[in-house]
């Protein structure tokens, strides 16, 4: 990757967009946080900074399938690693995912090992 250019989840120039970019990212913006609040280990709520890291995430075009995927695997490594624990607190942040959004760019896993993480967190594809 060029200097110049931008890595996914670093703040954008801010350039002025048209009508239809902007539909399309409050659908997509919409569609993160929905995905999000879905997910097992979440709050419950939606902060500003969730707004504006899923409207960078936007800017910086990661898939929503890389979101979703993110969103999955974190849950399950958490699920995975408290497994006979107390209870953890519950994700308040979609900041928590963020090193995820980028390991699903780099390497993302294959469908069949995302149906396996569904299938252990007792869910079937998060709808949008």
């Known amino acids: 990757m060029r200097a110049a250019e931008a ?34 280990g979440v709050f419950g ?7 504006q ?4 995430l936007f800017e910086q075009q990661v898939p ?5 995927n993110a ?13 006979f624990s107390t209870p953890l607190p519950p994700i308040r942040s979609l900041h928590y995912f963020t090193a995820l ?3 699903m760019l780099e390497r993302p896993l294959g469908y069949r090992d995302i149906d396996e ?3 252990e967190l007792g869910i079937g594809p998060l709808p949008l």
Not at 45 to 51: F, H, P, T
Not at 64 to 68: F, G, M
């Open 117 to 119: 993480l569904r299938r």
């Open 45 to 51: 709520r939606v902060r500003r900074a969730d707004r």
């Open 64 to 68: 929503l399938y890389a979101v979703e």
């Open 71 to 83: 969103f999955i695997v974190g849950a399950a490594r958490r699920a995975r690693n408290n497994a």
């Open 7 to 40: 890595t996914p989840l670093q703040p954008s120039s801010g350039s002025s967009k048209p009508a239809s970019d902007r539909s399309a990212c409050q659908t997509y913006v919409r569609a993160v946080l929905a995905l999000y609040l879905r997910t097992p």
């Open 53 to 56: 890291l899923a409207h960078r």
């Open 101 to 103: 959004f980028r390991e």
